[in-house]
């Protein structure tokens, strides 16, 4: 047995009386003194041949007993916190060892554990959130633009100089103060004049040059750039290769057959209407479901412990982080260019974190008190559609996924869905307009006090909020 006590030493925090037996630890001293032997001396003896007994009383009964606790300690810690039923949201830590050697351990570790909330009303929660917007035949005509765009046929151009809108093909280095930095070369890059893919000043010198030419482009980098180079001036040594431009193809039946399995402009500019209508009543219903989420979030009450918090504000940068790798950036790059550090995006992260947290322990409630589970055959269902995602084996997305964590997942989503099929959604109240000082001034009534006005409160945003706002805007 492990666990020799449990007892709740502080809000939200155990203290565990922790044993390891003889037999056990004495096994573990003897795999260390195996281990570490051969970088022992010991007078009168060559290297690695000294007894066990020996070195200890060289250098004392004790002196395997720390890397012997490190090797028993995770199991015994693992097997007390489960006899115990402790819900650990954190590192044990204040670990005291109160008796240690050849009877075996014991030792006093403190873990802070998962609060009990008190959750408000959720059913029936009004929640302010827009409809999706109805597909207007602008919308499609902007998305079949997208198609000839993707569809367009590059054509080099002669016999003229660089305009706006040309495709440029160009080599580059860039200097500061005569020396070049890193990231500032490219070899046949292909730049859209005018597309603002640079920074400001750079396309607009390409502009009236010929193909063949070599020139300087001088720029300054904004004041929001990397540390290294924000604020400076560069000298950019350029080339113009080639210059190309885009001839688009006619929105007509051929078109339709080109680009897709129909055989009319008009059954393709229907399905493209459909598509529409379909992702912004998806786009919608996730908006729902985040603003949902909020409003819950703002019916918990508990004392959440500090560890909760660091561990959402964890995940919640390592989801940047991956963003930001894809993209090229680390990310320290990242708080650079906003004149900031990890450590402060750490703290601009700490409110979003809460709300998260939060949700996440109303939804565990909920689950439970609703009776909502998650059955063999949905567990089976998400690892074939993760099989398929990432066009694996469904037996390898398990050894990378484990079905308890698959599980969390599933139920926490089932959750989310139950909580916002008992909202009820209202169109957000419109912004209320400034009036003009005289007609504020003409509608007050001289025997009435002022009224003090407050602030509108700071909107509250979680993860998924945000990401679902992203997703619209790229999109749209």
Do not use: W
């Amino acid at each position: 047995m492990a666990l020799k006590v449990s007892e709740k030493t502080g809000e939200n925090e155990y203290t565990l009386t922790v044993t390891v037996d003889g037999a056990t630890f004495e096994a573990a001293v003897n795999k260390v003194y195996l281990k570490q032997k051969n970088k022992i001396n010991v007078p009168g003896f060559r290297k690695g041949k000294a007894p066990r007994h020996f070195i200890e009383k060289l250098y004392g009964e004790g002196v395997f007993y720390e890397d012997a606790l490190d090797e028993v300690f995770p199991a015994a810690y693992s097997a007390a916190l489960e006899e115990s039923g402790v819900e650990a949201v954190s590192s044990p830590f204040d670990l005291d060892i109160v008796s240690i050697g050849k009877d075996g351990v014991e030792l006093k570790v403190k873990v802070s554990s998962k609060p009990e909330i008190k959750l408000g009303e959720y059913k029936g929660m009004e929640v302010e959130c827009e409809a999706a917007a109805p597909v207007t035949d602008e919308d499609v005509a902007h998305e079949l633009s997208h198609m000839q765009e993707e569809n367009a046929r590059m054509i080099d151009v002669d016999g003229r100089n660089a305009e706006n809108g040309d495709i440029a093909t160009i080599d580059f280095e860039g200097f500061t103060d005569g020396v070049a930095f890193d990231g500032g070369k490219g070899e046949d890059y292909d730049l859209t004049l005018g597309s603002g893919t640079f920074i400001p000043g750079f396309e607009e010198q390409i502009v009236g040059h010929a193909i063949g030419e070599s020139f300087d482009v001088n720029v300054t980098f904004p004041e929001q750039y990397t540390e290294a180079l924000a604020g400076k001036e560069a000298v950019f040594k350029v080339t113009l290769k080639g210059l190309k431009i885009k001839e688009l193809p006619a929105l007509d039946d051929e078109f339709a057959k080109d680009v897709s399995e129909f055989d009319t402009m008009d059954a393709l500019k229907e399905d493209t209407r459909a598509k529409l209508e379909k992702d912004r009543a998806g786009n919608a219903d996730r908006l729902l479901e985040n603003h949902a989420l909020e409003a819950l979030a703002e019916k918990v009450e508990a004392s959440i412990p500090e560890a909760m918090i660091e561990s959402a504000i964890d995940r919640n940068l390592r989801e940047l982080e991956y963003r930001l790798q894809m993209q090229g950036y680390s990310l320290q790059a990242y708080a650079e260019m906003f004149g900031s550090d990890v450590n402060a995006l750490r703290d601009q992260y700490r409110p979003r974190a809460e709300v998260d947290v939060k949700v996440q322990l109303a939804l565990e409630k909920i689950a439970a008190d609703e009776g909502i589970a998650v059955s063999e055959e949905e567990i089976a269902a998400e690892y074939e559609k993760l099989a398929e995602q990432y066009h694996m084996e469904a037996d390898e997305i398990k050894k990378a996924v484990s079905e308890d964590a698959l599980k969390e997942d599933i139920l926490a989503r089932k959750t989310a869905e139950f909580v916002k099929s008992s909202v009820k959604r209202v169109d957000p109240k419109p912004a209320e307009e400034e009036k003009p000082a005289a007609e504020e001034k003409a509608e007050e009534k001289p025997a009435e006090k002022p009224k003090r006005t407050r602030k509108p409160a700071a909107k509250k945003t979680t993860k998924k909020a945000n990401e679902a706002e992203e997703k619209k805007d790229s999109e749209e």
